[in-house]
């Protein structure tokens, strides 16, 4: 069974500042994908960055980079220069195999302080 | 302007109504997913529907009804729920064929909030 735990309910950052988002995961599948999506109170979920399972490199797209450590079966979202609008909830996800299913985390609160 | 359309935004009903939800993507998508997300729970995968055909049921009470006449329309038809039924319902699209990578990443709509009164 697949499973994504997301340990931190709540956290908070000064702007400008970095912030490590961790997830770790659970899978017998030898290839999968972790993804990361942002939830604003609008409801919409925004994704954010991939990462492959064969993928040697660590993710990046813009300020989002992805620290993937695959012996420890660990995704964190690392976001820098914290901006205010990055306020929102933040889920870790994963896809394994060749399956449709998306397995979602419960999600970490993050709120940026001016 | 979101690729994945969600309506209502809102919906109350009482436990003996009958309404639908609706989406619509203009991605040219050909799967499309029910997610539920419920207050202090992880996004729960409904249902899955890849090329109109129904490919995942995730033990899902026969009271929510999915139809998805075409690859671009995806509806949840909701009779006689019950009040912990009451959440944000999440629609999503993305690639069909079971296409892995970045690729297969799912879109979102708004989401419907649900309150069953």
């Known amino acids: 069974a697949q499973k994504i735990t997301q340990t931190q309910p709540g956290m908070f950052v000064q702007e400008k500042e970095a912030v490590t988002l961790d997830c770790t995961y659970d899978t017998s599948d030898q290839s999968y994908g972790l993804f990361w999506y942002k939830q604003p109170s609008s409801g919409e979920m925004i994704f954010l960055i991939y990462?492959?399972?064969?993928?040697?490199q660590n993710a990046t797209e813009g300020r989002y980079s992805l620290n993937f450590q695959k012996a420890r079966k660990s995704a964190n979202l690392v976001i820098s220069a914290s901006q205010l609008g990055d306020s929102a909830m933040y889920f870790c996800a994963m896809r394994g195999g060749s399956s449709y299913k998306l397995i979602f985390g419960s999600g970490t609160r993050l709120l940026v302080r001016p | 302007e979101t690729g994945v359309t969600q309506t209502p935004r809102h919906l109350v009903m009482g436990m003996t109504n009958k309404k639908s939800l609706k989406c619509e993507q203009h991605?040219?998508?050909?799967?499309m997913y029910w997610y539920k997300q419920s207050a202090k729970k992880p996004l729960e995968l409904m249902f899955v529907?890849?090329?109109?055909?129904?490919?995942e049921n995730n033990s899902v009470p026969s009271r929510f009804s999915p139809e998805c006449p075409n690859s671009s329309h995806l509806f949840l038809h909701l009779h006689t729920l019950q009040p912990e039924d009451s959440a944000l319902y999440l629609c999503?699209?993305?690639?069909?064929?079971?296409?892995?990578?970045?690729?297969?990443?799912?879109?979102f709509g708004s989401g419907t909030q649900l309150s069953v009164l």
């Open positions: 991605l040219g998508h050909n799967a």
């Open positions: 999503a699209s993305s690639q069909g064929g079971g296409i892995q990578g970045p690729v297969g990443k799912l879109f």
């Open positions: 529907y890849n090329f109109k055909e129904q490919t």
């Open positions: 990462q492959g399972s064969y993928d040697e």
